[in-house]
Structures are given as C-alpha cells and as structure tokens.
C-alpha cells in the first residue's frame, strides 16, 4: 500500500492575525511553511506530497507551494475537517496518509519516518504521536477551577497517520462534527490506535509570540562555512567562473578546470555540513579529475550529501583578481551560481575587488576566492 504525505495549510490565522498569514511569515529569510515542507521532503517525493491550500491564497504563494509538490494544490474547505476530507477524495484506492500540520515546521525526520513505519504495519490503522503534560492541569467548573491527574492526559501533535480504506472512509464521511485533530475522528471506532512519542521541539504556531519559539528551534539546525581557493592564471582562450567559460586572454591553471568560485562553494558547503576539504574528495593524484568541469564536482558533492533539500540562507563570494576586471562578469556568475544551487539570486551575493598589485594576485599570477554561506539543514 502506498504511503502519501497530506500537508494542511488551509486555515485563515485567525489566531495569528486578521492580516497576515502565518505560513508565510519571515523565519530567517524564508517563509514559515518552507521549513515544513523542506523537512517533509527529506522523508517523501514530491509525487507523494499533497498540499491543501485556502482557495483564496494568493497566486504568489500558489507558485512558490507548488515547487514542493507535483500534484496539483486541493482547496481546502470552511474547516480544518473539511479540508482533510477534501484531501482524501483524491484518493481512489487504499492508501496510507501522514497528515502534517503545515504551520509545525520544526518536525524532524526521524519523526516522520518512525509514523510511516508504524502505519505501513498491517495491525495499525491509526498513528498519533504525543507529548507528556508536564505543567499542572486544571478544569473549569462553575468559575472555579479544580486540578486534575495530568497523567490522565496528553497533547497530541501531527503527523499523524491514517490508513485510508473502506472502514475508514466510512467513518469520514459519517463524521458531521468539526474535530480540532485528525485522530478523533476514530476515538470511539474499534480501529487499533498506535500512540508514540512525539517531540517537545515540534510546536504548532498558532500565535505572534510562538514565531520567536520556533526561530530559537529553527536556529539550531543553521550552519555557517568559510572557504578560500586560489589558482595561478596564464595566457588562454577562456576563464570559468562560476560554473561559466568566459572569453578572456587568460585561463586558470588548476587539476580541473581551475574554476575558484566553484570550488569555493564547494568547500564553503563542506565547511558548514562539518566535512573534509574539496582536496580530500577530489585529490589531485586522481586521473578521473583532471580538467573536468567543477559544476561536476559541486553536483557529486550535493549528491554524496544529500543536499537537495538544503536551503541556502545567504552565501556571499569575493573574487579577488589585478589582471582581469570582473565587475561585467559579476551579474552573471551571481544568476548562474543560484541556478546551480537552487536558491533565489537575491540570497548569493557577488564582489569583485582587486589587490594593489600586492602579492602573487597583484602580479596578475593569480586569482583568488573567499566565500562564507549559512544554510539551514
């Protein structure tokens, strides 16, 4: 049975702002619901994700949404029951769900795929991770309140998992009642319930207050690398630069093709993913590299480690060269570097500066680059 990922972003933020739409507030440079989706894409395809949205979303946010999914967007309905029930009539036949609360963007994998686990196990038709209530519990009667026994209850949190077949979809679509969570459209069906663990870490934004609590998580999970590289120059046809050929009268002389700023990327991404150095994956004694295109070498690095997903923060590059005034080039190394990387121009920023005839630069021997880069992984 084939496991499909639903995510639910279809409310209103009443509780946020009558303005502003919570998923797509500012979370260091990215929207809120980018770092949902990016978690989920570490465990789903895009095939396998189905996004539900507010019919009247923006058209903006409709485009930026569907660069997460092949299928097409499900409007959502006047609630969050609606919504989930508008999802599965998408589905003809028997399937697995995980339905993710899209304003949760602290979820992790290990998460996610322990709830997948569970729901792709035969016995198991429902999946509901929780947390523990640590705080006293209090019930109101009467305008008095009184404590309970908070080992009597639990929070619950999405994902949550749901095989969706004949039994169940019967339950749906007697259910006449607004339910605040997934689950307890099945609390009192004979359906096996698997209860597991959730995290602490995975909080719902539901207000203005809770975006500063998940920035604080968020950050956790921001790396930061610096990188330099340096290639003498001599007399040529051509100049790669940023995954460009360039016509010049010089050529950077290198193993590969001596391209610096891509190999400042590189090492600038093994830096902050806490690796070896661009020498020590691909050595100069290595045949197998020798003149090869570095745009090469940046794609088997994003495949060895997985960086698909990596969303690139900011990454700023100084190119340091006395013999050949790059400042027309700068335009298009930035345009190409963030195709490469996957990420929008306005977060790759290029400089050009020469040395004062300093050094083996100011020489015109050589061509240097520095790069620093935050990325959130």
């Not at 996004?51 to 092949?70: E, G, R, W, Y």
């Not at 409007?75 to 029930?85: D, I, V, W």
């Amino acid at each position: 049975m084939q496991t499909y990922c639903i995510i639910l972003a279809a409310g209103n933020s009443k509780r946020f702002s009558n303005k502003n739409d919570k998923l797509f507030s500012n979370i260091h440079g990215s929207p809120l619901i980018f770092f949902t989706l990016t978690n989920i894409l570490k465990v789903f395809k895009k095939n396998e994700i189905f996004i539900v949205i507010n019919k009247n979303l923006s058209k903006k946010h409709q485009f930026f949404l569907k660069t997460f999914t092949d299928n097409k967007l499900i409007h959502g309905g006047t609630s969050r029951f609606k919504s989930l029930k508008n999802a599965t009539n998408y589905f003809n036949k028997d399937v697995n769900l995980l339905i993710h609360d899209a304003a949760r963007p602290n979820i992790k994998k290990d998460l996610i795929k322990k709830i997948k686990n569970e729901i792709e196990n035969m016995n198991v038709n429902v999946v509901v991770p929780y947390t523990l209530i640590t705080d006293t519990l209090k019930n109101k009667k009467m305008n008095k309140y009184y404590t309970v026994k908070r080992s009597q209850f639990i929070n619950t949190q999405t994902p949550q998992a749901l095989k969706l077949d004949k039994t169940s979809r019967e339950i749906i679509s007697s259910t006449r009642n607004d339910t605040t969570d997934e689950s307890e459209i099945f609390d009192k069906s004979k359906l096996k319930i698997k209860y597991l663990l959730g995290s602490n870490k995975n909080i719902k934004v539901t207000n203005k207050d809770d975006l500063g609590l998940i920035k604080n998580l968020l950050g956790h999970s921001i790396k930061i690398g610096n990188a330099f590289d340096i290639h003498r120059i001599s007399k040529g046809k051509f100049l790669s630069l940023g995954g460009i050929k360039f016509k010049s009268n010089y050529s950077l002389i290198g193993h590969s093709d001596g391209d610096v700023v891509i190999h400042a990327i590189i090492d600038v991404l093994l830096g902050a993913l806490g690796k070896k150095d661009i020498g020590y994956y691909f050595p100069s004694s290595n045949k197998l590299y020798k003149n090869i295109n570095s745009v090469i070498l940046l794609n088997e690095i994003y495949k060895r480690f997985k960086l698909k997903n990596v969303l690139i923060l900011n990454l700023d590059i100084t190119i340091i060269s006395e013999a050949i005034r790059l400042e027309k080039y700068k335009s298009s190394i930035r345009k190409n570097v963030s195709k490469l990387l996957n990420c929008p121009v306005s977060r790759v920023n290029i400089k050009a500066k020469s040395s004062d005839q300093i050094g083996i630069i100011g020489r015109s021997k050589g061509i240097a680059c520095m790069a620093s880069i935050l990325i959130y992984k």
